[in-house]
């Protein structure tokens, strides 16, 4: 089947309007789209930048119909949709990624065992839906584990780790005795992602290997590209590759993985939209993961991804907010630094508020910019 391209001057619908809807609106707009956004709040990060914010409950089919038929392409950038609300928008325009991915990626289960059964490496995992099947789990698997409810986590929630076995009915009560996934626990030496993007056509095109550090379970830093990687960059575009053809995705999709001591390489989970630790595409590479996601689903050529200059990113959480508003002036003194921040009002303790992102002519200072630039904020508090 061919399609139409969709040009600029069309209208782009995301569903959900964080900071990921805000950071596509502003690509988006660069080109020449307009953009709506449908999400359950008002004056919202990407509500800001758009041309209309329709409020409305994410349960709420013929409000979400309503929205989509004033646009011509749906995305998102908030995957728990429901399949209901998934198909009217699908039976109005096309949306992309489809339903089908969402439905995939909704379910931690669902994801690991659709990416298996492609052949692709994924932690070894076992279903556990009720105590019986968790200690089944165990005896497979072994301890320690992680235990994890198959829908509605992120950041670390809803998530236990097991050191031993007697611990398995603690977690299995602390997290509501609803369906998860026991997963072993890998001894990784890194985190990685790729934020990968597939167009209409099948092209391909992606960023990464990306390093995380995480701090209480949240992305703190990342960094791109990184040299020590290179000897894992054809594996890990060839897994990123293998996921994004076994779902048919069209737009981006991040490929979260653990790289193991031995080099081998392990999908960790996927979320079928542009992701945190590709938020340093936007200096650092010819083409950002937001630009890419306008290009993907608008059915353009794809752009360059690959950072073609050294970049660390820094996430700003409401934390640092604690001793009063940070000092942006001290950490826009640092050459080559660039602050992002969202338009949220309230600071809260863990929310991500903003990030920084330096770029440099080596790894090593880009990546002790952007530290001393988050320092800086807080420095007089
Ligand atoms: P997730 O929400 O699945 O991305 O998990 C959040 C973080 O918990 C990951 O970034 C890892 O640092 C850690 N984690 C999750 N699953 C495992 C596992 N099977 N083995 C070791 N660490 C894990």
């Given amino acids: 089947m061919t399609h139409q391209p969709i040009l600029p001057g069309a209208v782009l619908g995301v569903l959900g309007s964080g900071q990921l809807g805000r950071m596509f609106a502003i690509a988006a707009r660069e080109m020449g789209y307009r953009v709506h956004v449908y999400s359950n709040e008002t004056d919202s990060p990407a509500g800001h930048i758009a041309d209309r914010e329709f409020v409305g409950d994410y349960t709420d089919v013929d409000r979400i119909r309503e929205f989509a038929r004033t646009v011509d392409v749906v995305t998102f950038e908030f995957e728990n949709i429901s399949a209901e609300a998934a198909q009217a928008i699908e039976e109005i325009g096309p949306v992309r990624p489809g339903g089908h991915v969402l439905h995939i990626s909704q379910n931690r289960l669902r994801e690991k065992q659709t990416l298996a059964d492609a052949g692709l490496p994924v932690t070894p995992f076992r279903p556990v839906r009720s105590s019986a099947e968790l200690e089944t789990a165990i005896q497979d698997l072994g301890c320690p584990g992680v235990l994890k409810t198959a829908e509605g986590g992120y950041d670390g929630k809803g998530q236990v780790a097991l050191k031993a076995a007697s611990e398995a009915a603690a977690a299995w009560q602390e997290l509501g005795q609803l369906e998860c996934i026991y997963e072993q626990f890998i001894e990784f030496e890194r985190e990685v992602s790729v ?22 379970h949240i992305l703190d830093v990342s960094i791109c590209p990184d040299p020590t990687l ?6 890990a575009m060839r897994i990123a590759r293998g996921v994004l053809e076994t779902l048919d995705v069209v737009g981006v999709m991040c490929v979260e993985m653990f790289v193991q001591a031995d080099g081998s390489i392990l999908i960790n989970e996927v979320a079928p939209r542009p992701h945190n630790s590709g938020h340093l595409t936007i200096e650092a590479s010819p083409c950002s993961q937001f630009e890419q996601q306008v290009r993907a689903i608008c059915g353009l050529p794809l752009g360059d991804m690959q950072p073609h200059t050294p970049s660390a990113m820094a996430n700003l959480l409401g934390d640092l907010w604690v001793g009063g508003e940070p000092d942006w002036l001290e950490a826009l003194r640092i050459p080559g630094v660039r602050l992002h921040l969202y338009g ?3 600071p809260r303790n863990g929310r991500k508020m903003g990030h920084l992102t330096a770029i440099a002519g080596t790894l090593e200072a880009a990546v002790a910019n952007v530290q001393k630039a988050r320092k800086a904020l807080t420095r007089n508090q």
């Fill in 195 to 216: 934020v990968a993007s597939r167009g209409l056509d099948g092209e391909f095109a992606a960023c990464g290997p990306v390093h995380n550090d995480h701090h209480n």
């Fill in 230 to 235: 290179d000897s894992l960059r054809e594996e």
């Fill in 344 to 346: 949220k009002q309230e």
